[in-house]
Every structure is written in structure tokens, then in C-alpha cells.
């Protein structure tokens, strides 16, 4: 029930920032070119790149919230890691095309309506710091949180245009206009990799950060009744649900004990690392001795064996 009103008023919040946001671009490029002002027609476009971006988190969040059916057996979990990995790289194409626009305006200058640029910048401010108050309560979600960080980035650019419109109406000197879109350009790099590094790692099916594998394992070992673990495989369904499958090894006994130790098995698992989906292939000994402490497998040579 909590995650199902999470995703309820972060569908909220993302249809809110959907209009608001489309309604600030038009605002901006009108703004901009009225003002001769590269960096709110920077912000625009990175505005712009807001309005896919939220469509794809609130039909992620959407998703996400669908029952696994048979075709879908994990559901759709993953649909919001998807879409920030997508929303990442829709950033780093407004970068490139924003330090371009930037080194164009160098080479070109044009005067510049200060006054105009602080206006929008502050009203940008508000709607923005607004939208990220807003997104701040679901930053637990991936998806949610790459549109958290999107806004908090066009918060801090809006920031920074009201303070190069006081620069440029104190000093007159417009060169601060494409500096400033090369820092909003600098701010979008700097989140998207940080998204797309973490998505990659889910999509992968890497292991999941904050545990490693030889951790996992002797947590099991742990679990009375175990004498052996081995074939560990842990991956992310999305950032804060996580899958395992692996072999343990336990004394031959009644298929009623074997389910207690697996039991066991999954409640340590799920308290310590939060590994709600578990799939244990147990195989039987009659040695009481056979004990092993987990020991991950070596990685094949390269070398040229002699």
C-alpha cells in the first residue's frame, strides 16, 4: 500500500510538471530570442528535454505499478530504469548541442536584455524549485529521481541566469551569457552520467551495489543447516528490488525441514539486503562434516599456460 500511493503522488507531481514545464519553454524561447539571450534559449531546450523525459517517467510509473502476467513474469519493473537510461542520453545530445549554440554566440555576440533574462530567470526559479520540492519525495525510484535531478539541475541553471543577468546589467558585458549556458551544459553532463552509470548496471543485471557476493553468500552460510553455497547469482529488478538464485548444499533430510532452512534462508536475505525474490536449488549430502566457506570461483587466465 505504500509504494502503490508513492507511485500515486508521483504521478501527481509528474502530470503537474508536465504542463507547467511546457508552458515555461514557450516562455523562455519567446524570452529569449526577445532578449538575445543564449542562455534562456539554453534553458529552453533543456526545459524542452524535460517534456519527453516526463512522459516517459509517468508512463514508466504507470507501468511499473502493472501486475506480471505470463508473458511478464518480473512485471514491468525495470520500464522505469529504461526510461531514465533514455533520459539521460536525451541530456547529453542537449549538452552538445548547447556548448555548440555557446561557441556560435562567442564568435557572434549579440546584445543582451538583461533585464528580460531576470525576470524569466526568477519566475523559472520558482516553477522549478517548486516541481523539485514536489519530485523530492520520490527519489527512491530511479526514474523519479533522474526527472528530481533534471529539475533540481534547471533550478540551479535558472539560479545562475539571474545571476549573470545582474553581471551583465552591472558590467554590460555579454560574454557572461554563453559562459553560463556552458555551465547549465556542464550540470546536465554531470547528472546524466551519474543515470545512465546506474541504469547500465541494472540493465546488465550487474550486481547490485551496496553488497558483494561473498557477503550474500556467507550470510546464508550462516543460516543453520547449511554446509555449502555456491552458483551465487544476485541481479536488480529496478533499484530497490533485487533477485537471487543460487546452490545450497545441506544435510539429506525430510523435503518439511528443508523448507525451514530455506525459510531462514530468505528472511536473512530480504532483512540484510533487501533480496525479496529468491530461487534456491537445494542439493543433499550425507557427509555431517561437509562444511565450506563460500570462496568465489577464479577467474579464467589469459596467460599463455606454459
Known amino acids: 500500500m505504500h509504494e502503490s500511493a508513492h507511485s500515486h503522488v508521483a504521478k501527481n507531481w509528474l502530470k503537474v510538471a508536465l504542463v507547467i514545464t511546457t508552458a515555461l519553454v514557450?516562455?523562455?524561447?519567446?524570452?529569449?530570442?526577445?532578449?538575445?539571450?543564449?542562455?534562456?534559449?539554453?534553458?529552453?531546450?533543456?526545459?524542452?528535454?524535460?517534456?519527453?523525459?516526463?512522459?516517459?517517467?509517468?508512463l514508466a510509473v504507470y507501468f511499473e505499478g502493472r501486475p506480471a502476467g505470463p508473458g511478464k513474469t518480473f512485471g514491468y519493473q525495470r520500464a522505469g530504469v529504461l526510461a531514465a537510461f533514455v533520459n539521460a542520453l536525451i541530456l547529453i545530445g542537449v549538452a552538445v548541442f548547447i556548448c555548440?549554440?555557446?561557441?556560435?554566440?562567442?564568435?557572434?555576440?549579440?546584445?543582451?536584455?538583461?533585464?528580460?533574462?531576470?525576470?524569466?530567470?526568477?519566475?523559472?526559479?520558482?516553477?522549478?524549485?517548486?516541481?523539485?520540492?514536489?519530485?523530492?519525495?520520490?527519489r527512491e525510484d530511479?526514474?523519479?529521481?533522474?526527472?528530481?535531478?533534471?529539475?533540481?539541475?534547471?533550478?540551479?541553471?535558472?539560479?545562475?541566469?539571474?545571476?549573470?543577468?545582474?553581471?551583465?546589467?552591472?558590467?554590460?558585458?555579454?560574454?557572461?551569457?554563453?559562459?553560463?549556458?556552458?555551465?547549465?551544459?556542464?550540470?546536465?553532463?554531470?547528472?546524466?552520467?551519474?543515470?545512465?552509470?546506474?541504469?547500465?548496471?541494472?540493465?546488465?543485471?550487474?550486481?547490485?551495489?551496496?553488497?558483494?557476493?561473498?557477503q550474500v553468500a556467507n550470510a546464508m552460510l550462516e543460516v543453520e543447516g547449511v554446509r555449502d553455497v555456491h552458483d551465487v547469482h544476485v541481479w536488480s529488478l529496478n533499484p530497490h528490488s533485487h533477485a537471487l538464485a543460487c546452490h545450497v548444499r545441506i544435510l539429506d533430510m525430510p523435503t518439511s525441514e528443508s523448507e525451514r532452512i530455506g525459510e531462514r534462508i530468505r528472511q536473512a536475505l530480504s532483512s540484510r539486503f533487501g533480496i525479496e525474490h529468491c530461487t534456491i536449488q537445494f542439493e543433499h549430502t550425507h557427509a555431517p562434516g561437509d562444511f565450506h566457506a563460500y570462496m568465489p570461483e577464479p577467474a579464467p587466465s589469459r596467460g599463455r599456460e606454459k
Open 26 to 58: 514557450a516562455t523562455e524561447f519567446v524570452a529569449g530570442s526577445v532578449a538575445h539571450s543564449l542562455s534562456l534559449i539554453s534553458d529552453g531546450w533543456h526545459n524542452l528535454s524535460d517534456i519527453p523525459s516526463l512522459v516517459f517517467a509517468w
Open 100 to 138: 555548440y549554440e555557446g561557441y556560435e554566440r562567442i564568435l557572434h555576440p549579440k546584445p543582451i536584455a538583461s533585464s528580460v533574462m531576470l525576470a524569466v530567470g526568477i519566475i523559472a526559479l520558482i516553477i522549478n524549485g517548486t516541481i523539485t520540492r514536489g519530485l523530492s519525495h520520490g
Open 142 to 214: 530511479l526514474n523519479v529521481r533522474a526527472i528530481f535531478l533534471h529539475n533540481l539541475g534547471d533550478a540551479l541553471s535558472n539560479l545562475a541566469i539571474i545571476i549573470g543577468a545582474w553581471i551583465i546589467h552591472a558590467t554590460g558585458e555579454g560574454l557572461i551569457d554563453p559562459l553560463l549556458a556552458f555551465l547549465i551544459a556542464g550540470m546536465i553532463v554531470w547528472s546524466a552520467f551519474g543515470i545512465i552509470a546506474e541504469s547500465m548496471n541494472i540493465l546488465l543485471e550487474s550486481f547490485p551495489k551496496g553488497m558483494t557476493i561473498e
